[in-house]
């Protein structure tokens, strides 16, 4: 009795050195915020140390005071081995922040792995049960059976995840290192935009999957993935991927599962500053997106397919595709592809590789972009830095373009600009400024509407959702 006193003691004083309202203990593996009393604005504090899961229930802030989740006094470590998850978020959680900067000591505060691949496989970070308007960031997640972040809710009996019903807003995900995955690194939204068949009462239906708004993926390190490095699906505002580095995608040899990213069906998103590399299909796949514009990224090595693959399906009406400073090496078959009907630009890219460039079945404005047949002709710096040399011919050889000021490392573009990723910059002339940080994306520094409870077991959503993904 006295040693349980003793640790009780023990972990109320590291709650306390935390600035935490609530401890959810190495003991506890069902957490639910209703029943323990958490109110917006409170902070959650997680007891260092290692447990086989935790799930998380009925987490409820406020726009402008959202509830902090953190690790303290050391580091979570969660490893599941048996069941298909890890770190579980769900039943109608909203404007929340599960950060893993609870202790200095730590760049990533929680350590979370699920390497289960039967009878389900392995989610490490699983956002589910109609989750809205959270931040997740500062987290190492490694060795799943499946991905290592799925941000989604899939199609329940009820209906009350269906479209129309249910918006998933608010996304952030940030300052993750997500590795050494036997399916996607980030499975965002969904990819079953014609309506995904679920079984209720013993017999099957087809639910349509819901819509995202507001998505902000950004500055995360994501290598070693089996199938795609990142894909997100049904964004259809207010979706931004940046500042990611994504490389060793595609290793389990899945066909249609081999991209760096992909932008699914109905999303809108500007993708930005990423450094993608060495993969067996495309550097970026686009299937059926709404407006996209793709700028200042370095997509190297994916040396069988595009670098970057777009076909707009017919699914969005007037759709307008922008590619514009994106530095492309080492493909087959097209630096940049667009089929479809969308309307396309290509501006101050350069390209390198064995095809043709830029080209697809529709017709391009293109303007200031380069091609070679060979790294050398380039100017690049060399050994894997695909900065521009003085003598480069891409110093000065594309034109301006609105809405682009800076390149890939944030250094102003000169007029008239230099095309691909990289600005030429001088040695003397110092370090790039640093860029500012992403506005929050709603008020509040949990950056992040919606509420209701899944009436589906949790066994069933497994099998509807995951191996259906098989």
């Not at 260092?48 to 979570?76: D, H, K, T, W």
């Not at 899945?254 to 992909?262: I, K």
């Not at 034109?399 to 944030?410: C, G, L, Q």
């Not at 640093?434 to 709603?442: G, H, K, L, Q, V």
Request: charged share 20%; hydrophobic share 35%; proline share 5%.
């Amino acid at each position: 009795m006295i040693v349980v006193l003793g640790v009780a003691l023990e972990v109320s004083s590291a709650a306390a050195q935390c600035d935490c309202d609530h401890e959810i203990g190495l003991d506890q593996e069902v957490w639910d915020g209703a029943e323990n009393g958490v109110q917006p604005g409170d902070r959650v504090c997680v007891t260092a140390g290692e447990r086989p899961f935790l799930r998380i229930r009925n987490l409820r802030g406020s726009a402008s005071a959202p509830v902090v989740v953190s690790n303290c006094g050391g580091r979570v470590v969660i490893h599941n081995d048996e069941r298909a998850y890890a770190l579980v978020v769900e039943d109608d959680s909203s404007h929340f922040r599960l950060t893993g900067t609870g202790d200095p000591a730590h760049e990533y505060g929680f350590d979370i792995s699920a390497p289960a691949e039967e009878p389900y496989p392995g989610v490490g970070v699983w956002l589910v049960g109609r989750s809205s308007d959270y931040e997740v960031d500062h987290m190492e997640i490694h060795d799943t059976g499946f991905a290592g972040v799925s941000a989604k809710t899939d199609p329940l009996c009820d209906g009350s995840a269906d479209q129309g019903n249910f918006v998933q807003r608010n996304t952030h995900l940030h300052h993750l290192w997500v590795h050494d995955t036997i399916g996607e690194g980030f499975y965002v939204g969904s990819t079953q935009a014609d309506g995904q068949t679920i079984r209720c009462d013993g017999r099957e239906e087809v639910h349509q999957v819901h819509f995202l708004e507001g998505v902000e993926i950004h500055d995360n390190l994501i290598e070693n993935t089996g199938w795609d490095g990142a894909q997100i699906g049904m964004a259809r505002e207010g979706c931004r991927f940046h500042h990611n580095v994504i490389r060793n995608v595609g290793l389990e040899g899945v066909e249609f599962q081999q991209q760096g990213l992909q932008i699914g069906t109905y999303s809108a998103c500007e993708v930005f500053a990423n450094d993608i590399r060495h993969g067996p299909a495309m550097g970026i796949i686009v299937l059926g997106a709404g407006d996209l514009f793709v700028h200042s990224n370095l997509i190297v090595d994916f040396p069988t397919g595009d670098g970057i693959y777009a076909h707009q399906r017919g699914v969005i009406d007037g759709a307008v595709y922008r590619f514009a400073f994106n530095t492309i090496v080492g493909f087959e078959r097209n630096g940049i592809t667009v089929f479809g009907e969308a309307e396309a630009s290509a501006t101050g890219n350069l390209v390198v590789g064995e095809g043709p460039g830029i080209g697809g079945g529709l017709a391009w404005e293109d303007a200031g972009n380069l091609v070679y047949g060979d790294e050398s002709d380039a100017g690049f710096v060399g050994s894997g830095d695909y900065h521009l040399r003085e003598d480069s011919p891409a110093v000065g050889a594309a034109i301006a373009v609105a809405d682009i000021s800076v390149d890939m490392d944030n250094w102003p573009r000169r007029d008239p600009p230099s095309a691909g990723a990289y600005e030429y910059r001088r040695a003397d002339e110092g370090p790039p400024p640093p860029r500012p940080d992403p506005e929050p994306m709603s008020g509040g520094s949990g950056g992040c509407t919606v509420a209701g409870t899944p009436a589906i077991s949790w066994s069933l959503l497994l099998l509807v959702g995951l191996r259906r993904r098989r």
